[in-house]
């Protein structure tokens, strides 16, 4: 009888200890849920109270905290590489012309009217196509191997004038990534710097001088890039035009032979 008595108390203070445990550790999950909610709720208001940065202000941020120096210096190779690949782009746009239709007009012009009606023809059209047929043209009534000497002299000249100012913006995007660079060493130098006159190595320290280092070096790679884009487009135009230009030699030349018969 003592032993059945004993062992419903001990199975009595088992379920009451088991029952206070309980409940404490609800009162701390509960507490901790409400701390998370909290934190949860703050952590909402602040992200509501602070808006998104757009891509304009953040580059214009990293641009700013690049420093004056290398970064002035980078943005001024991207606006006067800028400047002279619109002025390239206009020009060549403007020298492009449909040789197919030019060269129709010529032939026809010279089965109607002659070398001054086919003269004429080139001098109402732009390009340097057209360019080219009325100097081979002005020269037809001498011989056929001297209009072919002005043709191949005057395209030269033309050739000149479409490649005008490219190797300025050859120049930028080289000259862009190197200042970069050497903002990057001046920048590495400038920590190595302070961690020599400190003593210790802290991160804090040469963080600023790293970050800045690293900027320089992005936005000079940023504008070669841009630059270079532009570059390609150029060269391609310029390519485009020079093959009109000798296919149109050739064919200037055999409407003359013809003509002459």
Known sequence: MKKLFSILAMAGLFVFSTNTV???ANVIVSNVSSTVAAATVMLQDDAAAEPEKGFTQVLKE???QGGAGFMGIVLLCL???LAVA???IIYLNLASTNTSKLKQQ???ALGSGGIEAAKEVCRNTKGPVASIYY???DRANESIESAEKAVVAYGGVQMGQLEKNVSWLSLFIAVAPMLGFMGTVIGMIQAFQKISAVGNLSASLIAGDIQVALLTTVFGLI???ILQIFYNYIIAKIDSIVNDMEDSSIVL???LVDHKK
């Open 22 to 24: 309980s409940a404490k």
């Open 253 to 255: 030349i055999d409407m």
């Open 62 to 64: 990293q641009f700013i």
């Open 79 to 81: 606006i006067l590489g």
């Open 86 to 88: 619109i002025e390239r």
């Open 106 to 108: 010529v032939e026809d």
């Open 223 to 225: 504008v070669a890039i």
């Open 135 to 137: 100097q081979g043209l």
